[in-house]
């Protein structure tokens, strides 16, 4: 059972346990991931890993009017740089590209598609 720190999270939860499209979706543990920001100092850990049949995604929710914050856009950046380390060492072995998408609070609703909210989303 996974706690939640949003009720924007648990939206998202909902849509991606009930979209056919996503494979495998997890709340990742605390380190798991080594995204660092603010010249290093810093360790960004992202909401959710999401994995469609194309792609793996890291998945940030926002209040929409914390999106274009310094802060949240630092990390996003950062975020986004490791998605494209990331996406080379998997092509070099044959598997899916990541990407990383900054989903802003007012665009999840239960009756959302994993696809329809993430697309318009992503970070390159």
């Known amino acids: 059972d996974y706690k939640f720190d949003s009720k924007t999270e648990q939206l ?3 849509v991606l346990e009930s979209d056919k ?3 495998k979706w ?3 543990a605390p380190n798991q991931f080594r995204i660092y920001w603010h010249h290093n100092s810093k360790i960004y850990e992202p909401d959710f890993v999401v994995e469609t049949a194309e792609s793996i995604y890291l998945v940030e929710t926002k209040r929409a009017d914390e999106v274009h914050s310094p802060e949240v856009q630092a990390k996003a950046q950062a975020a986004v740089k490791y998605c494209n ?4 060492y998997t092509a070099a ?3 899916k590209p990541w990407k990383y998408a900054l989903i802003p609070h007012d665009q999840v609703s239960k009756t959302s ?3 329809g909210v993430v ?3 992503i970070m390159l």
């Open 119 to 121: 697309l318009p989303n």
């Open 93 to 95: 072995n044959d598997s």
């Open 26 to 28: 997890l709340r990742p």
């Open 21 to 23: 499209e996503v494979l």
């Open 85 to 88: 380390y990331a996406t080379e």
């Open 12 to 14: 998202l939860s909902m």
């Open 113 to 115: 598609s994993f696809r």
